[in-house]
């Protein structure tokens, strides 16, 4: 009995159980997940978790609820990355980063408990939010964000400066 015992936690220990932080609801088209150098098709359900990246070519989109109740529309020709999603009683933290392409996104219960640890990076700026609903593009150098209410507002910011948001009420 003892080295069946053994034998279970050696094949345990040999898979990776990471918790998913995400998964995927909806996908238009076809889409790939990257995770850890392994490429794969994207399908309804698939578990999406930190370091993950999501590129999508064409028409294809791609819809993800994170697992605070955040959801993320990930646009047509775009590469999306998941940097970090940590949402428990003890850390809240949400990093994306949108490295090409286009996206939507509806914060869920960060924007209410930590909103200013809710980000997405591009290479030209970091967007943070104060609960809201926000469109965002990122061509070349250029970035676009399309503030669509709901929520406090958000903050904008480069190198350079920052530009706060917000909705009076």
Same mark, same amino acid.
């Given at each position: ?9 050696l ?10 932080? @995400? ?8 889409a790939?997940?990257? #995770?850890?150098?392994?490429?794969? #098709?994207?399908? *309804? +359900? ?11 070519? +064409? ?20 590469y ?14 949400? *990093? %994306?980063?949108?490295?090409? @392409?286009? %996206? =939507? ?7 209410? *408990?930590?909103?200013?640890?809710? =980000? ?7 967007? +943070?939010? =104060? ?15 399309l503030?669509?209410g ?20």
């Amino acid at each position: 009995m003892g080295s069946v015992i053994v034998l279970f936690w050696l094949i345990v220990l040999c898979f990776d159980f990471a918790r998913a932080q @995400g998964v995927v609801m909806r996908v238009y088209g076809e889409a790939t997940l990257t #995770h850890k150098k392994t490429t794969r #098709h994207v399908e *309804v +359900g698939s578990a999406v978790q930190n370091g993950d990246a999501i590129m999508t070519q +064409g028409h294809d989109r791609v819809l993800l609820r994170l697992d605070d109740g955040t959801s993320v529309q990930i646009g047509s020709n775009s590469y999306f990355v998941l940097q970090e999603d940590t949402f428990t009683i003890k850390k809240q933290n949400i *990093v %994306m980063q949108l490295r090409e @392409g286009a %996206m =939507r996104f509806v914060t869920g219960k960060i924007s209410k *408990v930590a909103p200013e640890r809710f =980000r997405v990076k591009t290479t030209t700026a970091v967007i +943070g939010i =104060r609960g809201t609903d926000v469109a965002m593009f990122k061509r070349d150098c250029r970035t676009g964000v399309l503030y669509l209410g709901r929520g406090n507002g958000m903050y904008i910011q480069n190198d350079h400066s920052r530009s706060e948001l917000t909705q009076k009420r």
